[in-house]
RNA sequence: GGGCCCGUGGCUCAGCCUGGUAGAGCGGCGGCCUUCGGAGCCGUAGGUCGUGGGUUCAAAUCCCACCGGGCCCGCCA
């Protein structure tokens, strides 16, 4: 139920008439204004004059309109306002009749989802970059469950590749000691740093290797810069985890990992029983992890899709590849063993552009390496194509801009093996990076802030205001109050701007922020739990401006949320519940509830009421959890 | 060099899709706790919407060029 559908046809009707009075074959669009009232609509384009446009406004302005008033003519705009009495009846008919699902339409209705999001590398804690697509994902799932769409969320473990093989050599070199680890901190935080340092002492391994071949002293001279560079991050690993990474580095120092890496890898693909018992002990060691830290944020994952098996083990990947090879041979190319497949020419022939929605430069494409190995691509079009496969109308993955020219190679795959429809229901919904001050994040750095640190920082600087005495209870509200405000933080933003970490916006406690919106839900609580309940309010002849201004705001709800399922963009949501918080907290400033005059009271009631309703699905939609006191 | 995205008060951002009086927050300054919870509220200062052109009765919004920033252009994922 939407408040607002009536007065608006009502007006969409006026609109009719008076186009029809003056003979044009259109009625213009409803816009909104601030400046005449509500709605207006414009003339402009139909060259007529304005005194014709008064005078048929005029002939209307008698008619009797129950639920807008003052219609209008200025000079070629024609405005209306709002009956406010009848729009709060409308209000309170809809809050009673919907509930919780008070801001659902049919029109937000849009089908099925399979949601795809976070598929963080099961090798390292997540950090703020996972934060952002994590939660990202999960209000866009939120999101299109509250408009009653089916939704399934799926974590793609991308289990297969070399970095997921330095983290399984590194955990075996030092299995005794990490189990010991892991039983005092959580198991993504130990892997991630013995990763990290796997990593970083292959590098310096190959490198080194690399020098000793090298022929000209440029090339050597840049080789040992990029050798120094990874001994720096191994230093500052060494600071933070001195005895953890000590013991990768004395234990792999003078083994060959890399090679050692790309032979687990091939046995890994081709299903050896060692093989995938020690990878999948340490990838599962870090889901567990992870899932920790996402059922902190209030997420939870439906489905855990293992590339090894979607992808490689059965089949799918190469057989992508040998298909690609005999129905499009002119596009395909041999470089060492290693196949290639001439996306850009692709393209550039079948003028694909328009139909997949691709960027103008699409560069070509390699499928596999010389060993036959498949590469991250290959493996992701067989899953894509998995996906397509669920019986879902749309495939949504949450995949940061970076891999726009990956994401945009699976598409053109897909179309090429004539998965066409496949191709066209997949959506790379992208969002921009977050940026740490001055320097990007790198896993295999170990360069990041794991999410865990902020959500354990901001549940520390929330629980110094808690007012509840019991501080078991204050910990719950704490941790409550971080999430909110970590939630928020990543949403409020257009998914497409980078966002520069800092950690005073991220934990802002004050206004524009989870917390804010928390805090305006107790106080809206807090009255409603001293009032009386409320059957039926009606509403008054006079109302203060206010009060207008908050019905419409409620009134608006129902089109927020379609304008946010339509564009997938959670971020309108939270910026709606943030003008409403402001108009709220003004309002109680000034107007009592409880100790209103009978009558008033009972109005004032419901319409706290109504606020504390549309918070609630608000809440809901960002994941931001529901505080009674705080 | 090419592609995609971004550029709005000192700072962070919304508004751009679908053109119609420039909006929040932070920070600054000045006020409000015997009133339903002050993690709040009120007031105030602060903007040639990156620059130049074009389309239009009308441009932050659409088009073109340029400038500045981010990301990408791997037998990494």
């Not at 009075?21 to 259109?26: D, K, P, S």
């Not at 598929?119 to 999960?138: C, E, T, V, W, Y």
């Not at 992870?290 to 059922?295: H, I």
């Not at 855990?304 to 992808?311: C, I, P, R």
Request: proline letters at 3%; a negative charge.
């Amino acid at each position: 139920m939407d408040p607002l559908k009536l007065p608006r046809q009502e007006f969409a009707d006026a609109l009719g008439k008076i186009s029809s009075r003056l003979g044009l074959a259109e009625v213009p669009e409803i816009e909104k204004t601030r400046r005449y009232g509500y709605f207006s609509a414009r003339f402009h384009k139909y060259k007529i004059d304005p005194t014709r446009l008064r005078d048929a406004v005029e002939e209307l302005s008698n008619a009797g309109f129950q639920y807008i008033s003052g219609l209008s003519a200025e000079g070629l705009y024609v405005n209306a306002g709002l009956n406010a009495r009848r729009l709060g009846e409308l209000v309170f008919e809809a809050v009673a009749k919907m509930g919780r699902r008070y801001g659902f339409t049919e029109e937000c209705r849009l089908g099925s989802f399979l949601v795809e999001h976070t598929s963080a590398n099961p090798i390292h804690p997540l950090h703020i970059g996972h934060g952002r697509n994590a939660i990202l994902g999960d209000s866009l799932a939120r999101l299109l469950r509250f408009c009653d769409n089916r939704v399934e969320v799926h974590f793609y473990v991308d289990d297969c590749g070399v970095q997921v093989m330095y983290a399984t050599i590194g955990y075996n070199a030092v299995r005794d000691e990490a189990r010991e680890w892991i039983e005092r901190a959580k198991p993504d935080l130990v892997v991630g740093h013995i990763y990290s340092a796997t990593n970083a002492v292959a590098e310096i391994g190959r490198l080194k290797k690399e020098v000793e071949r090298a022929q000209d002293d440029e090339h050597k001279r840049s080789l040992i810069g990029e050798i120094d560079e990874w001994v720096a991050v191994l230093k500052r690993l060494m600071e933070s985890e001195g005895d953890l990474v000590a013991k990768v580095v004395e234990r792999l120092g003078q083994r060959d990992v890399a090679g050692e890496a790309v032979e687990l890898n091939r046995r890994y693909e081709v299903g050896d029983p060692e093989a995938k018992r020690a990878v999948r002990e340490v990838v599962d060691l870090v889901l567990r992890g992870q899932r920790e830290t996402l059922a902190r944020l209030g997420i939870e994952i439906d489905k855990w899709d293992y590339e090894s098996e979607l992808a490689v083990w059965s089949g799918e990947a190469s057989r992508i590849v040998e298909e690609l090879q005999r129905k499009w041979p002119q596009y395909v190319e041999h470089k060492g063993g290693a196949v290639v497949f001439r996306a850009d020419k692709f393209v550039e022939d079948f003028k694909l552009w328009d139909v997949l929605d691709l960027p103008k430069f699409i560069p070509p494409v390699t499928l596999t390496r010389s060993d036959g190995t498949t590469l991250y691509v290959t493996r992701d079009v067989a899953y894509a194509l998995w996906q397509a496969r669920q019986g879902f109308d749309k495939v949504v993955r949450v995949i940061s801009t970076e891999q726009t020219h990956e994401q945009a190679h699976v598409r053109i795959i897909l179309y090429a093996l004539g998965f066409e429809d496949a191709a066209k229901k997949i959506v790379h919904y992208a969002y921009e990076m977050v940026n740490l001050p001055g320097m990007k994040m790198s896993a295999r750095r170990g360069r990041y802030i794991s999410l865990d640190e902020i959500l354990d920082e901001a549940a520390e600087r929330s629980a110094s205001l808690v007012k509840e005495k019991s501080p078991e209870i204050a910990g719950v509200i704490a941790e409550k109050v971080g999430v909110g405000s970590v939630r928020y933080a990543f949403l409020s933003t257009s998914p497409r701007k980078p966002i520069e970490f800092r950690w005073e916006v991220v934990l802002n406690l004050r206004q524009n922020s989870g917390t804010f919106l928390q805090y305006t839900y107790v106080r809206a609580y807090s009255i409603l739990e001293k009032a009386p309940d409320v059957e039926r309010a009606s509403v008054p002849e006079r109302m203060l401006e206010e009060e207008k201004e908050l019905l419409v705001k409620i009134a608006e709800w129902p089109s927020v949320v379609r304008e946010a399922v339509r564009a997938l963009r959670p971020d309108y949501v939270a910026e709606y519940l943030d003008g409403l918080a402001l108009l709220f907290n003004s309002y109680y400033e000034k107007a009592p509830v409880l100790k209103a005059e009978e009558g008033v009271r009972e109005f004032r009631i419901a319409l706290v009421n109504a606020v504390k309703t549309v918070l609630e699905a608000g809440f809901y939609i960002l994941g931001i959890p529901t505080l009674t006191k705080m």
